[in-house]
């Protein structure tokens, strides 16, 4: 069984990397209130089931593009449900087809591995890489679950803080995208 702790509202006692540190640093500073739980490593879009249930919400999907050259990059942000089609994608932004960036360069500007990207990762983007893009479908759910930066925490957070409060902080304003 996929093991999912109790909700917690404030910041671990400590943090596994650089960024999972400054996610809760920023959101303490833009007194954001979030609920967080720890599990185990939840990797697939299936393994935040249980999360999901546990913070009564809808966990995002969060995917990190490129394009060919390596040298645009996109985080686009949509509901768990949907699949993603680069096509799709592509023509909505106006922009060549996208393939997933490679996981060292996801490492490297966003300070995540695979499986915990997350819009909290922009706070690592320092040179504005990275063009933030949301499905207007999560615009429209009260909650966004997203990771903290981990592939062992998961957080609840209202959407409107994110888009509004959280990207502003981070300097990335957001593409609304109809997907």
Not at 110 to 124: E, H, N, R, S
Not at 134 to 163: A, H, N, Q, R
């Amino acid at each position: 069984m996929f093991f999912v702790s109790d909700i917690m509202e404030k910041a671990p006692d400590s943090y596994k990397s650089h960024l999972h540190e400054t996610v809760y640093e920023s959101l303490i500073k833009l007194q954001i209130p979030f609920e967080r739980v720890s599990t185990d490593e939840a990797i697939s879009m299936e393994d935040c089931i249980e999360i999901n249930r546990k913070l009564e919400m809808k966990m995002v999907k969060t995917l990190f593009l490129c394009n060919s050259k390596k040298t645009e990059f996109y985080l686009f942000v949509t509901t768990a449900n949907k699949s993603f089609k680069a096509k799709d994608f592509s023509n909505a932004l106006g922009i060549s087809r996208v393939p997933f960036a490679p996981a060292e360069l996801m490492e490297q500007i966003l300070g995540v591995k695979i499986g915990a990207a997350t819009v909290f990762g922009v706070l690592m983007d320092k040179e504005y890489l990275v063009q933030v893009g949301f499905d207007k479908d999560v615009l429209l759910e009260e909650w966004y679950g997203c990771s903290d930066g981990t592939t062992t925490g998961y957080m609840k957070v209202k959407t409107v803080l994110i888009v509004n409060n959280f990207l502003t902080y981070a300097k990335h304003i957001p593409k609304v995208i109809e997907m």
